[in-house]
């Protein structure tokens, strides 16, 4: 098993007044050579937009770019004709493509719109632009893991033009989990939003990212109330 641990301390860190954001990876003026990506995971990025600001209308080619609120209510638009909104409990993911324009903005005026922007380089370049969302159910996250993203628009969540799964996961204390990875040629990486858990006999704490690689399964301990992201993902596209 390799394993690659990113303490929350240690990501990039941008404030643009109307934008917080943190970077586990190599993003805009962040640049570090030894965090450019983990496998097709290329972006994943903790953000927070101010009350009535937003990312203006701006283009993406030839990427999965999935959204997770955590906070607040933002505005999707889009040259597709899509305009909706995304809050909490949503999952909104975006096939780019051979180009698509969009905008995300905060529609509050007094509450800031906190979300995971994660990019995931295709297998599949040049396909038409897609949108989609979907709304978990209340209970579906309640000491299990609730299967988010996956290559196959059969199963549960959203899919994506790459061989990936992602699952989100709400665990009380002393909960315990293990997780086996669809592919056994896949990394895992593992983001924890709130609380502390051990993995594998490491301990992370909130905003803490672990990457593990050749091994099948992968046994979780909750110290705390957490709330955890996995992403299962090919190591070389």
Request: hydrophobic fraction near 35%.
């Given at each position: 098993?390799?394993?690659?641990?990113?303490?929350?301390?240690?990501?990039?860190?941008?404030?643009?007044?109307?934008?917080?954001?943190?970077?586990?990876?190599?993003?805009?003026?962040?640049?570090?050579?030894?965090?450019?990506?983990?496998?097709?995971?290329?972006?994943?990025?903790?953000?927070?937009?101010?009350?009535?600001?937003?990312?203006?209308?701006?283009?993406?080619?030839?990427?999965?770019?999935?959204?997770?609120?955590?906070?607040?209510?933002?505005?999707?638009?889009?040259?597709?004709?899509?305009?909706?909104?995304?809050?909490?409990?949503?999952?909104?993911?975006?096939?780019?493509?051979?180009?698509?324009?969009?905008?995300?903005?905060?529609?509050?005026?007094?509450?800031?719109?906190?979300?995971?922007?994660?990019?995931?380089?295709?297998?599949?370049?040049?396909?038409?632009?897609?949108?989609?969302?979907?709304?978990?159910?209340?209970?579906?996250?309640?000491?299990?893991?609730?299967?988010?993203?996956?290559?196959?628009?059969?199963?549960?969540?959203?899919?994506?033009?790459?061989?990936?799964?992602?699952?989100?996961?709400?665990?009380?204390?002393?909960?315990?989990?293990?997780?086996?990875?669809?592919?056994?040629?896949?990394?895992?990486?593992?983001?924890?939003?709130e609380g502390k858990c051990t993995v594998n006999g490491i301990?992370?704490?909130?905003?803490?990212?672990?990457?593990?690689?050749?091994?099948?399964?992968?046994?979780?301990?909750?110290?705390?109330?957490?709330?955890?992201?996995?992403?299962?993902?090919?190591?070389?596209?």
């Amino acid at each position: 098993m390799k394993s690659t641990f990113h303490k929350a301390n240690t990501r990039g860190h941008a404030n643009h007044g109307w934008l917080n954001s943190y970077h586990t990876f190599s993003f805009g003026s962040y640049h570090n050579p030894e965090r450019m990506s983990f496998g097709v995971l290329r972006v994943l990025n903790d953000d927070e937009v101010a009350a009535g600001m937003g990312f203006g209308t701006h283009g993406h080619s030839n990427m999965e770019i999935i959204s997770i609120p955590l906070e607040g209510d933002l505005e999707h638009k889009d040259d597709m004709g899509n305009t909706t909104i995304i809050r909490q409990g949503d999952i909104q993911a975006m096939s780019a493509g051979s180009g698509i324009q969009h905008s995300e903005k905060n529609k509050s005026h007094d509450q800031q719109v906190k979300f995971l922007q994660i990019w995931i380089l295709p297998n599949k370049v040049n396909v038409s632009p897609r949108y989609d969302q979907i709304t978990l159910a209340p209970d579906s996250l309640k000491n299990r893991l609730q299967q988010i993203v996956s290559p196959n628009p059969d199963d549960d969540g959203i899919w994506i033009h790459q061989n990936a799964w992602f699952h989100f996961g709400e665990f009380n204390k002393g909960e315990t989990n293990t997780y086996s990875l669809k592919d056994s040629t896949n990394g895992l990486y593992i983001f924890l939003l709130e609380g502390k858990c051990t993995v594998n006999g490491i301990t992370l704490e909130k905003r803490d990212g672990l990457g593990i690689q050749e091994t099948g399964k992968i046994d979780f301990i909750y110290n705390e109330n957490s709330k955890i992201l996995l992403m299962e993902v090919p190591m070389a596209n």
